[in-house]
Nanobody
Framework: QVQLVESGGGLAQPGGSLRLSCAAS????????MSWARQAPGKGLEWVSGISSDGSDTYYADSVKGRFTISRDDAKNTVYLQMNSLKPEDTGLYFC??????????????WGQGTQVTVSS
């Protein structure tokens, strides 16, 4: 069965960095686009970033553009989210999700359990 396991969350200071990882199994990882989303305390789910199946196309929410970088390693069945210049408003539970096809925007059908990111001094 499809499994997505996030890791790398934790506490960071404003201006700091974290790198999230999402290990995937149970499907042909290289055939699917992947996305990251987050949920801040008391708020709804926000899509953050996506990457196409071949890694050639990447997408970012305006709130993270220029600070976050998504990448993938198909040999490791892993997608990453490098987060730099972190702000307190980046605090939240970060989820990895599988897209339904090779391109982003077609819908997300599987989700991980999430990893907590807290940005605070």
């Amino acid at each position: 069965q499809v499994q997505l396991v996030e890791s790398g969350g934790g506490l960071a200071q404003p201006g700091g960095s974290l790198r999230l990882s999402c290990a995937a199994s149970g499907f042909i990882f290289s055939a699917y686009a992947m996305s990251w989303a987050r949920q801040a305390p008391g708020k709804g789910l926000e899509w953050v970033s996506g990457i196409s199946s071949d890694g050639s196309d990447t997408y970012y929410a305006d709130s993270v553009k220029g600070r976050f970088t998504i990448s993938r390693d198909d040999a490791k069945n892993t997608v990453y989210l490098q987060m730099n210049s972190l702000k307190p408003e980046d605090t939240g539970l970060y989820f990895c999700a599988k897209e339904m096809g090779g391109f982003c925007g077609g819908g997300l059908d599987y989700w991980g359990q999430g990893t907590q990111v807290t940005v605070s001094s």
